[in-house]
């Protein structure tokens, strides 16, 4: 065997064992090999292999039986005569070659071979792939529309925090450009609401998966707002890949300051029912057991039997009247003017000692000696927080001791209250679920923030923090 035909078995060994249709082509574009594949290719595609054999212009194969271009050819002549003129050195495109119902795309890659004045050409199929970009594309496209078509604020960012996209909302609501965002990493905006909002809990949302909400309160041009962030899980494109994650902002204010006034109201509703009733009820009850000590001191004094009727009387007019104190206390709710600091720690001691004298519950206070409040509305929420957490830990949590502490750190008001019982759900179709709900709207209407967490071994603490004013 001559050194010229061993070099022709090893380039033939060389195109078999590529997986692509390939054939090479002449400097003349007439094709002189073909690898297995690529006959293959033909046989089970409908076409006649004369039409793409070795000797048979390759340009004449991409025509139909009466010698006019195929549509699926016109993409690639003019580059492939550019390729064999050497003008370029090498192309890639895609191309449809859909068989009966079937659609299939192709992806031709050529390549000049210098030292022959020829080219290798490469044919692969790449349907999936295609696919897959295309419904990148439209998935990209709906999401845009969306995206930047929706009213309300939205902004996409990856996990470290540089900001990808901003909606026109996002950019109204804060009153920022987006070319002041986009690209930029929300540690280096002066904004720093717009970097909390862009910033806060990434990382969290990315290890978890889950979706986190949280309000902010922020100060814009038109005074001072309630956001509410939302902040969903890394979103993905069709194939999966990840394309940041996705966040929305809400302006909440005027539900916030709605639950404020429905809270204030049913305050204020409270107060009075439990007036009409202390001065109502209650004294035709005290008058009851008084009208009925004088009867049984008075037949007692003359030996009728009656007077037993009597003291039964007087006993059940006295247990009534002991009642309806306890059920004004728990309804009214404020044992005591609560407007000011001086106040809060008078009745935060007073139910202390209440909750002692009424349960084998150990009261632990834990409280500064003057605290003061610019809104006397601070001071009442702040109580009945303090007093729904007692209320839960005695009542649900079957606490045995309790610590109830108010104190500064750093610029911040914390008031916690610990118990040691057994836990309980803030669940809202449960009692204690809706008490606990009112609690956050409570912590909302004075800007604090309500955490409630488990202690080991056992017990809760609820934390309410409240910023500076």
Sequence with gaps: MDESRCRLSVDFDILNALSACA?????????????????????????????????????????????????????????????????????????????????????????????????????REITHAHHVEAGRREFRALFSALFHGTSEAMFLCDSAGQVQQVNPAFTILFGVTATKLVGRNFKQLRNKTVAHVLGDYNADVERTGKVRIFEISVKIDTGLRALEVTKGAVLRGVDGEPLGIWGAVRDISAARATECK?????????????????????????????????????????????????????????????????????????????????????AIGYMAEQVEAATATKCILSLPDTVEFDDPSVSRHLFWIAQEAVRNATKHAKATR????????????????????????????????????????????????????????????????????
């Excluded at 194969?61 to 003129?85: H, I, V, W, Y």
């Excluded at 001191?297 to 006993?315: F, H, K, M, S, Y």
């Excluded at 609690?439 to 923030?449: W, Y």
């Design 23 to 123: 054939a090479v082509v002449d400097g003349e574009g007439r094709i002189v090999a073909v690898n297995g594949a690529w006959s293959q290719f033909a046989k089970q595609n409908g076409c006649d292999p004369e039409r793409v054999r070795a000797g048979v212009r390759y340009l004449a194969a991409c025509q139909d039986p009466n010698g006019a271009p195929l549509p699926e050819a016109s993409g690639f002549r003019t580059k492939f005569e550019a390729l064999m003129a050497g003008d370029i050195n090498k192309f890639s495109v895609e191309y449809p070659c859909h068989y009966q119902e079937t659609e299939r795309w192709f992806l031709l890659e050529a390549t000049l071979l210098p030292s022959t004045n020829g080219a290798l050409l490469c044919h």
């Design 262 to 346: 429905i809270v204030d109201l049913s305050d204020h509703e409270r107060q009075r029912l439990a007036a009409l009733v202390h001065e109502g009820p209650c004294q035709s009850v005290t008058g009851i057991w008084l009208y009925a000590s004088t009867l049984f001191d008075e037949l007692t004094r003359n030996g009728l039997p009656q007077a037993n009727d009597a003291r039964a009387i007087v006993e059940l007019a006295k247990d009534a009247g002991q009642e309806m104190k306890q059920m004004l206390k728990e309804f009214s709710m404020l044992p005591m003017d609560v407007d000011d600091g001086d106040g809060l720690l008078a």
């Design 402 to 469: 309790l610590q109830i502490k108010l104190a500064r750190e750093r610029r911040t008001l914390v008031l916690t209250v610990r118990d040691n019982g057994i836990g309980f759900e803030p669940k809202p179709q449960t009692s204690s679920g809706i008490g606990l709900q009112v609690m956050r709207v409570r912590a909302r209407a004075i800007g604090a923030t309500l955490e409630f967490r488990r202690l080991k071994p056992r017990g809760t603490a609820v934390v309410c923090t409240l910023p500076p004013p």
